[in-house]
């Protein structure tokens, strides 16, 4: 079995929205609720007193959700892992369409559960 975890970075995102924990939150919502994910709690927040960035995570069944935003750098990083296979989300266009990001890259890292001898045996 294998789970998935997708490693996304946005930049040139509007400063502004990326200090607004009530669009972040819209973002944790779409993405629990389009993928089925099960918080185990609530997402719990923090928000920098100097520069506003907000770092965000909610602890799900699957494992977990992650965000951390840098408005000095116009930049916002996502992180969402699952262990157990989930479809594609349209990251790229969200974040484009809630941060006015001028860019975004993503990452999808695989993670196997294999055990060694099992690994062995398949290669």
């Known amino acids: 079995m294998n789970g998935l975890e997708w490693v996304v970075e946005a930049w ?14 819209s ?24 520069t506003g960035g907000i770092t965000g995570l909610c602890l799900l069944a699957e494992s977990h959700l ?12 996502l992180n969402l892992f699952c262990c157990v296979p989930r479809k594609e989300w349209s990251f790229e266009s969200e974040l484009k369409a809630r941060f006015e990001a001028e860019r975004v890259s993503i990452r999808r890292l695989v993670r196997s559960y294999e055990s060694v001898q099992e690994r062995a045996a398949s290669e």
């Open 12 to 25: 040139g995102c509007r400063a502004d929205l990326l200090r607004n924990s009530h669009t972040l939150q």
């Open 27 to 50: 973002l944790f919502d779409s993405l629990i609720a389009d993928l089925g994910l099960r918080p185990v709690s609530s997402t719990a927040w923090h928000q920098f007193p100097v």
């Open 66 to 77: 992650a965000c951390h935003t840098f408005p000095e750098y116009q930049s916002l990083c």
